[in-house]
Each structure stands twice: as C-alpha cells, then as structure tokens.
C-alpha cells in the first residue's frame, strides 16, 4: 500500500502558527497538488484538530479522522480510535491502494513513528511564523531520497521524497 504523508511548511518549518490555524495560506499550486494527490488516493486521514479548521469533509474523498471520542456520522466520513497499522490493515482489506496522511503534527508523527509511510509531498512556501507547529513533534530517524523539486514563479518548492529507510538501516 502506497502511504504518504502530505503537508505545507513555511521556510522555517512550521506547518501552522497553533492548533486551531487552517493551512488556508498555502499557494495556489500547492492547494492544486493536495487536490490531485489526495483525490487520486481516494482516503485521506487526519486528526481531530485539523479536522475541525476544515468544517467539512473534503469532497470525493474518504475522510477518516482521529477522534478520542466518535463523531456524528457524516457522509464522506468516518472516525476511527484504531491504531495506524490496524486502520491501513482495514482499509486494504476494502479494497484501498492509497493512504494520504493530511495531518495534524500529531497526526504525521504517529504515522511516521509506525514505519508504514513510504513517501513525504513536502511544500515550501516563502512564508516565515517564528513560531509555531513542526511537521513532527517526536523523536525520529529516517532517511530520505528526493525525487523531484519543482520551484513556481511565486517561489514554492514543491518535493516529492520517497522514504529510504530507518537510521537503524543507514
Ligand atoms: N500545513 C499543513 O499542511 C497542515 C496540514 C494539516 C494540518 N495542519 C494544521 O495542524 C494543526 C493541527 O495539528 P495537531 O497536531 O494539533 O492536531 P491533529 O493531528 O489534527 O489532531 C489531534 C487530535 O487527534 C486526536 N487523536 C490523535 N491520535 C488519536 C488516536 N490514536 N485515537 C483517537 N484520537 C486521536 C487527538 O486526541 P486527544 O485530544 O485525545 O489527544 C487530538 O484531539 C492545525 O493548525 C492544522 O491546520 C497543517
């Protein structure tokens, strides 16, 4: 199973100001990008927070979110308290090829830290917050091999990495 971790940063590595902040800042090419992979996956995944900056599931998509406690049922979504390999056990079992994991840090970092994600869609906007959420917030090693890096005119790096392996395989 193909699964990636999608997300926007700012040039010095926040990817929102707190946990309430909607990632509605990013470029246009960015937002395009989020909208053909994650359509293309069919499943996109995230927490409790980020569900509620989006108000709504995200259309032709099934949204799964991380919830402590079940959401009313929405069309479109589901909530879930499984843990990352079980949810992707379950969702292969339906059928589903690709994962995209839309966040929040905590969120990234829970998948990251089981092992499973095989790729990272990394943005780069010319945007600086001093402060802020990381992509992570956890302890982790990997390495990564960058497969492509497309600058825009309006000066967004778009990169796309496969993910090699654990420190534990350098
Ligand atoms: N720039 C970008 O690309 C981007 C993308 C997505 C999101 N964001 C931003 O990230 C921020 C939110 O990040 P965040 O780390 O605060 O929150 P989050 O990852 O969106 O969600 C955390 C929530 O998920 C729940 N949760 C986590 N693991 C769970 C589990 N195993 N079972 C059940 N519930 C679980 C947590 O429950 P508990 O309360 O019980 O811990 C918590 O309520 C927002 O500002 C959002 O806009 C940015």
């Known amino acids: 199973m193909k699964c990636f971790i999608i997300?926007?940063?700012?040039?010095?590595?926040?990817?929102?100001?707190?946990?309430?902040?909607?990632?509605?800042?990013?470029?246009?090419?960015?937002?395009?990008?989020?909208?053909?992979?994650?359509?293309?996956?069919?499943?996109?995944?995230?927490?409790?927070?980020?569900?509620?900056?989006?108000?709504?599931?995200?259309?032709?998509?099934?949204?799964?979110?991380?919830?402590?406690?079940?959401?009313?049922?929405?069309?479109?979504?589901?909530?879930?308290?499984k843990d990352p390999k079980e949810l992707l056990q379950e969702l292969e079992s339906r059928g589903v090829k690709e994962v995209a994991i839309c966040g929040g840090s905590t969120i990234y970092t829970m998948f990251m830290q089981?092992?499973?994600?095989?790729?990272?869609?990394?943005?780069?906007e010319p945007i600086l917050f001093g402060d802020g959420m990381r992509l992570f917030n956890k302890d982790l090693d990997y390495k990564l091999k960058l497969l492509s890096c497309e600058k825009t005119e309006g000066g967004t790096l778009l990169l796309d990495y496969d993910v090699e392996s654990t420190a534990a395989n350098f």
């Open 7 to 81: 997300s926007a940063l700012t040039a010095d590595g926040y990817i929102a100001k707190n946990r309430t902040h909607a990632a509605m800042w990013t470029s246009k090419e960015d937002k395009k990008r989020f909208v053909a992979l994650t359509k293309q996956a069919g499943v996109i995944v995230m927490g409790l927070n980020t569900w509620q900056t989006l108000g709504k599931p995200l259309k032709d998509r099934l949204n799964i979110v991380y919830s402590p406690t079940p959401l009313p049922a929405i069309p479109g979504m589901e909530s879930t308290v």
């Open 114 to 124: 089981t092992g499973l994600v095989n790729k990272l869609y990394l943005t780069i």
